[in-house]
Structures are given as structure tokens and as C-alpha cells.
């Protein structure tokens, strides 16, 4: 059974940092794509990056760009996502997800999905 588990998220303010964490089990990390995306209250949930499953190429939505850095730790089945110059915008509930496409910014790109974690930036 295919589990993915994000932790990390919780309240900051504006130009702090989280670093949120991705831990995966039933699948092979260094085989799939891992994304990251996110879902603020009253919108729909959008892409925020993702890592390729084999050259740990990385891709990010433009609003993230320079202030985000995913990562992976095959060895230990977990993915991050390093935040920071955190924004009250980034506020949303952020979701990793596993599936085996590249580019990968669609929901329909990934077929496994955590349960999300909250991350709150106050101004």
C-alpha cells in the first residue's frame, strides 16, 4: 500500500522559513516523479515543484522561484521542500504527490497523494 505523509507546516512569519517533509512507503523513490502542490481556501490547488524521478531535475512555478528548493533523500524515502522569504500569499494547505510523468504540473500527473499540512504565513 502506497502511503506519502507530509509534516513540517505550521504557522511563521512573513520572511521566515519551513522546511516541509515528504515520506513515502510501498514505492520505490528513485522511480517516480515527486511534486509538490498547494491549496489555498477558495481556490483550487496548483503547482507549486516537483523533482524528476531519475536526474533530480527540479521545476517550479514562477512565484516560488528563488525562494523554494526541492530535494530528495532516496535513502531515507522522503522529499523536501525548503521554504523561504515565506509570503502571507504562500498560506495554503500543501500536498505532496508521486506519479511517473516529467513536466509534471498537473494533478492528473500524479496518482498517489498525501493528506497535506497547513502552513500559515502572517504578516
Known amino acids: 500500500q502506497v502511503q506519502l505523509v507530509e509534516s513540517g507546516g505550521g504557522p511563521v512569519q512573513a520572511g521566515g522559513s519551513l522546511r516541509l517533509s515528504c515520506t513515502t512507503s510501498?514505492?520505490?523513490?528513485?522511480?517516480?516523479?515527486v511534486g509538490w502542490f498547494r491549496q489555498a481556501p477558495g481556490r483550487e490547488r496548483e503547482f507549486v515543484a516537483s523533482?524528476?524521478?531519475?536526474?533530480?531535475?527540479?521545476d517550479y512555478v514562477d512565484t516560488v522561484k528563488g525562494r523554494f528548493a526541492i530535494s530528495r533523500d532516496n535513502a531515507k524515502n522522503t522529499v523536501l521542500l525548503q521554504m523561504n522569504i515565506l509570503k502571507p500569499e504562500d498560506t495554503a494547505i500543501y500536498y505532496c504527490?508521486?506519479?511517473?510523468?516529467?513536466?509534471?504540473?498537473?494533478?492528473?500527473?500524479?496518482?498517489?497523494w498525501g493528506q497535506g499540512t497547513q502552513v500559515t504565513v502572517s504578516s
Open positions: 523533482i524528476r524521478f531519475d536526474r533530480d531535475t527540479t
Open positions: 504527490a508521486a506519479g511517473w510523468h516529467w513536466p509534471a504540473r498537473s494533478l492528473n500527473d500524479y496518482r498517489y
Open positions: 510501498g514505492l520505490t523513490l528513485s522511480t517516480v516523479t
